[in-house]
């Protein structure tokens, strides 16, 4: 077990095909939180099919959810990498939209590992996937930053030092996401199986004290409140959306989300105030059309 390099550079990418309907989007939906107050028409946009919207980050999810088929727990099993599950973390994500996702559908998926950084203690593994259409025009790219615990140390490039600056001034908008006691349990359905957000003793045998919320949920839960708030309700106007997970979080806890504009993005900063501000998001932006 462990990390080939080399191999896993060097391996072609895997492609295959996916699918996705209406009802993996409102599931999706319910997992990041909407459907609270349906009866507004705003949010029953998010969780009725008729005129139904899609938040951008659906993408992290269409074609895994149950009706695809994805009932096991992931691994980390790729070309040239073999890694025990409870030794990764998801540390990282970025998403470019080339087109609106559609509420259901089909994509040739193609993944690939890009990089694998060395930071001494640990490996940091970058797993690119590229989405496109039938015509084989793209909808949308991702890149997964994944945290491997112990598996540094083998004389690699540390990677790039990207940091994105908080504007030193009082943000221009605060948002306030509630989660709820079960929303890791609905959140899974969309695919990640991960027993870390379901069963407390795989979640104490990973250092916490309880099964947290996915870092992909904590993601998806900040962009719909800021299309909410902040973007008239429209999902098309996001463009590229990038974060670095800073801290876990406890189904039931608040994200708070500070927002900066500048020209065409927004800087985030997400935070839990329950336990004094504990950082869940960083190094976050949104490119926005």
């Not at 077990?1 to 391996?11: E, P, Q, Y």
């Not at 060395?118 to 025009?137: P, W």
């Not at 908008?173 to 899974?188: E, M």
Request: aromatic share 6%; proline share 7%.
């Amino acid at each position: 077990m462990g990390i080939d390099v080399k191999a896993a550079l060097a391996a072609p990418p895997t492609v295959r095909e996916v699918s996705w309907t209406e009802r993996d989007v409102l599931l999706y939906h319910l997992g990041i939180g909407a459907g609270g107050t349906s009866s507004e028409p705003a949010e029953l946009g998010w969780v009725f099919e008729k005129n139904l919207r899609v938040v951008p980050t659906f993408a992290m999810v269409a074609g895994q959810g149950i009706s695809a088929g994805a009932t096991d727990p992931p691994g980390m099993a790729l070309p040239g990498i073999d890694i025990d599950l409870r030794k990764i973390l998801h540390s990282g994500q970025s998403l470019t939209l080339h087109a609106p996702v559609p509420a259901s559908g089909s994509a040739r998926l193609s993944s690939r590992v890009t990089e694998v950084w060395d930071k001494g203690k640990a490996a940091v593994i970058v797993l690119e996937h590229s989405a496109s259409d039938s015509d084989r025009k793209p909808l949308w790219t991702s890149a997964m930053q994944i945290w491997a615990r112990g598996e540094g140390g083998f004389g690699g490039s540390a990677g790039p030092d990207s940091t994105t600056a908080v504007p030193e001034r009082e943000p221009d908008a605060v948002l306030v996401s509630r989660t709820t006691a079960d929303q890791a349990l609905v959140y899974r359905l969309s695919g990640d199986m991960n027993p870390l957000h379901a069963d407390p003793k795989f979640a104490k045998m990973a250092g916490f004290d309880q099964p947290i919320l996915h870092g992909l949920a904590s993601y998806g839960v900040v962009c719909k409140a800021v299309v909410d708030r902040l973007l008239d309700g429209d999902p098309g106007r996001v463009r590229h959306y990038s974060v670095r997970f800073a801290g876990s979080l406890y189904p039931g806890e608040t994200i708070e989300t500070a927002v900066w504009r500048t020209e065409n993005q927004l800087v985030l900063r997400a935070s839990c105030p329950e336990r004094g501000d504990q950082p869940i998001l960083t190094h976050a932006m949104m490119e926005i059309r």
